[in-house]
DNA sequence: AACTTATGAATGAACG
DNA sequence: CGTTCATTCATAAGTT
């Protein structure tokens, strides 16, 4: 039972919804507005959420989570939990990213680097999701880091890329040990065991054999 | 029906200039200096992870995504976040068909069934911030289940910043004493600085003054 | 070319 | 907190 039949969003999507008229609206919605209960933030909203974070905000207290929602509110309907969610998300999301990035960026350079040049164009200058933290268009945090330290990039050293070779030569890195994290998913484990992708007797291209072991 | 007008994204905070020149060049330059245009995966990489997907990978943990990542970026330019977003779009798109079907086939049921929905309209606590920190504990959804883990808890020393004083002006809520800080986050103190309500008595603009570049 | 569909990307909300 | 879900936005690709 993998499948997480949670679906019952119904109650909440198939709701008709009230149109929350109470509130009076806000200028805000671009065009949707009424449909759901999500909560849909203006641009000043986030502009200011913003700037909050980039100041240094980043898990607002109770208090202050009220305060910031009391002056939002003036731009459109908010609720304190939309500033709470939001400060979650951001920071969550701003590490996720980070993360990632590194990641990535590690990799990347390796598998250039190796065999086949990739087709030129393809070595990324500037990515939304990489390199040079831009991922966010206007949220550039581009300002001393030193108040958030979070994350000690050496702290992980476990569970680092143990840098496979890419590609086919002799790829199937076995690294994958068996202490592989359980993440969960059976049929996820199922996957890794044995899949050999498909296209074997096509192929016209090169290699890739993705049989997951390599996961 | 959802009509999916969504008129405009103004704000959004990411709008990416959809008008970025001229012409509808998107010829999916990647690399070069320009914006970066959405990932548009090569028939080889949506092979693979169609086959990953239907071998069972459903949610692929960050090593999966980046190994994969490495894999596809033989065949063009490719990052581990085109993967993720790959596979949760995949998932999310499949559950969300196959509900629609289900759905409508006892869409009745279910609403009668559930003891008389509660003024759903009304649901909203307004404030559920009011006293409590931890705030938000009632919703018994109930997923699915699905453990996963792979990261040994971090004791993590919280960074402590000294106090700027949030709110200086004035606030409404008297709460702004000296020690409010006390309340949680040392940081989150640190970050609101210069937040002032200033409802000036102009509603016609932005109240909320935040000292903050603000542009 | 306008319309529709498919899908990449983003993000509010919430779970564990 | 990190992760996952649901919904929406944006846009490339496919249709008419």
Known sequence: ??????????????THLRNSNNNKNSNNDYGSGTKCGRWNPTAEQVKVLTELFRSGLRTP??????????????????????VFYWFQNHKARERQKR?????DDNDVVLSSSSIISPPSNLIRRDDPFSSSARYFSEMSHNRHLQYYNEEPPAAKAERVIETLQLFPLNSFNEATDHHQYYYGRKEAAAAARGFSCGFSSEMDHPPL???LSFL
Do not use: P, W
Request: charged share 30%; glycine share 4%; aromatic share 6%.
């Open 209 to 211: 054999d993705l049989r």
């Open 99 to 103: 993360r990632r990035v590194n990641l």
């Open 1 to 14: 039972m993998e499948e997480r039949m949670s679906g019952f969003c119904i109650a909440k999507a198939r």
């Open 61 to 82: 207290s109770t208090d202050q989570i009220q305060k910031i929602s009391s002056q939002l509110s003036f731009y459109g309907k908010i609720e304190s939990k939309n």
